[in-house]
């Protein structure tokens, strides 16, 4: 079981940045890809940025040189840098892992959701 812990959401103005993190805590053998999905009100939640445990990324041409996903895996935390926010960010947040436990069964688990607004 693995429990994912967000924060670091807000209110900010456009143009402005910030940081998402988000902590797995739990008994594991190994987190595989984690990542960051989003939820706009009246939307289907939509994949953000995605990062493998070697370090590989991708992210969504929406956010494309805005955002930025990196890990710490022995920390077994991922983050979100969000620069150059516009309003269409506005969104829930959602941390994702995929992880595999001590019986080799891999689940995908998610955290309860930040909410970020970005407004004047």
């Known amino acids: 079981q693995v429990h994912l812990v967000e924060s670091g959401g807000g209110l900010v103005q456009p143009g402005g940045s910030l940081r998402l993190s988000c902590a797995a805590s739990?008994?594991?053998?190994?987190?595989?890809?984690m990542g960051w999905y989003r939820q706009a009100p009246g939307k289907e939640r939509e994949l953000v940025a995605h990062?493998?445990?070697?370090?590989?990324?991708t992210s969504a041409n929406a956010v494309k040189g805005r955002f930025t996903i990196s890990r710490d895996n022995a920390e077994g935390t991922v983050y979100l840098q969000m620069n150059s926010l516009k309003p269409e960010d506005t969104a829930v947040y959602y941390c994702?892992?995929?992880?595999?436990?001590?019986?080799?069964?891999?689940?995908?688990?998610w955290g309860q959701g930040t909410q970020v607004t970005v407004s004047s």
């Open positions: 739990g008994n594991f053998l190994r987190i595989n890809g």
């Open positions: 994702n892992a995929v992880a595999t436990d001590w019986g080799h069964t891999t689940n995908n688990y």
């Open positions: 990062i493998t445990s070697g370090g590989s990324t």
